[in-house]
């Protein structure tokens, strides 16, 4: 059973910065991609970022040149270092495993409120 867990959500100013994390139960090189998704209230689940088990990145327009998806495989861990944050930047962010062609495996979540 694959668990994730997110943590570094919070309350932040306009302008600032956040970075979560997601620690996986087990090696996160098993899986072909890892992703942070992000749902606000009263809108779909959006894709937020994705990183490959070939580093390869790609990110949703909204968020390009101020996030950024990472991973560390000693710690089983994926970050995204949010920076220049804005209010529609808030949201449930989640993060997601993708073993062959869909995610399949999520976190719980975590709040971002970016609220002066």
């Known amino acids: 059973q694959v668990q994730l867990v997110e943590s570094g959500g919070g309350l932040v100013q306009p302008g600032g910065s956040l970075r979560l994390s997601c620690a996986a139960s087990?090696?996160?090189?098993?899986?072909?991609?890892m992703g942070w998704y992000r749902q606000a209230p009263g809108k779909q689940r959006e894709l937020v970022a994705i990183?490959?088990?070939?580093?390869?990145?790609n990110y949703a327009d909204s968020v390009k040149g101020r996030f950024t998806i990472s991973t560390d495989n000693a710690e089983n861990t994926v970050y995204l270092q949010m920076n220049s944050l804005k209010p529609e930047d808030t949201a449930v962010y989640y993060c997601?495993?993708?073993?062959?062609?869909?995610?399949?495996?999520w976190g719980q979540g975590t709040q971002v409120t970016v609220s002066s």
């Open positions: 087990g090696s996160i090189s098993r899986f072909n991609a």
């Open positions: 997601a495993a993708k073993r062959r062609l869909q995610f399949d495996y």
């Open positions: 990183i490959t088990s070939g580093r390869t990145t």
